[in-house]
């Protein structure tokens, strides 16, 4: 799919984007731009990567409709990982997260559809499923953008892969966690109750490429997550430390945190299906051509919903998660 192809990836220079970028060189592309604002990433990304020629680095933006059309010229896949992510930002500057990750969605499929690409592949969150923060309402907005865009004259393919929290990316809880014990002796959390959906990184584009490989156009991918309490994964990386005395102090839920995250709603429930052993599959409520009946075959899923609340890792999973992570030794 991706040999002696272009590919572009819109905020690449993420942690998302360096384990995107690493894998997809395996697969022998004909190029791969990276497009993202912060020159300072670029540079670094650029030294990690030795340099290599495959590599072309685009300072642009999203919400630039001409330069990113401009960055689209003769891509064949376009993976849109640009957006803002973090919860209080959001909250607290709404109008920039609207811009990015509503109007910036909106630019890259008018983008995508002009240039002629094959497909589109858009990672969302688990938080755009029953939003409780602007973050979520923009992710859903972006969700339901990229499912609209296969009903347009065009040729090109959009699709959604939702997941949960991946370990040790930018402003991950792991790097928070290992500061605070390393620095306060005490962590913070806001409610011990909370539960949390998670995955390595390298594991979440594996996932990624077969959503890539197998969306026909129009779907929801759902990533299915191991789940962990919260509390628990503080208490292994206390334990890791081996540093004595480290407390924990319950902080009070922040605006527009859940308990619980969820992946799969109850109404998205009624049109999901059971793909194998590593996805769901929600299909759209509008009308797509041939989408349903690609996946008639496909047997329904049994859960009313799916949440981070049920079948929590044990202490000892975490632990060989984050030593898999390399996270701990």
Known sequence: MFENKIILITGGTGSWGH???KQLMEKNPKEIRILSRNESSQVAMKHKFDHNL????????????????????????????????????CEEQPYEALKTNVLGTQNVIEAAIQKNIKKVIYISTDKAANPANFYGFTKAMGERLIIHANTLESDTK???????????????????FK????????????DIRMTRFFLTIEDAIKLLFKASYESLGGEIF??????LKILDLASVLIEASGRKNVHIEELGIRPGEKLHEILLTEQES???????NEYFVILPDINIV??????????PIDLDHYDSSSLLMTRSEIQSMLRKGGFIQ
Request: glycine share 8%.
């Open 290 to 299: 041939g989408l349903k009946e690609h996946y008639s075959h496909y047997a």
């Open 19 to 21: 384990e995107l970028v």
């Open 270 to 276: 009624n049109n999901t299906i059971i793909f194998d």
């Open 222 to 227: 759902v990533m299915k997550m191991p789940t």
């Open 54 to 89: 495959k590599l072309k680095f685009i300072i642009g933006d999203i919400r630039d409709k001409a330069a990113l059309s401009e960055a689209c010229t003769n891509v064949d896949y376009l993976f849109h990982l640009a957006a803002l992510k973090h919860v209080p930002v």
């Open 158 to 176: 959009f699709v959604c892969v939702r997941g949960g929290n991946v370990l040790g990316t930018n402003g991950s809880v792991i790097h928070i």
């Open 179 to 190: 500061n605070q014990i390393a620095e306060k002796s005490k962590i913070g959390i806001t």
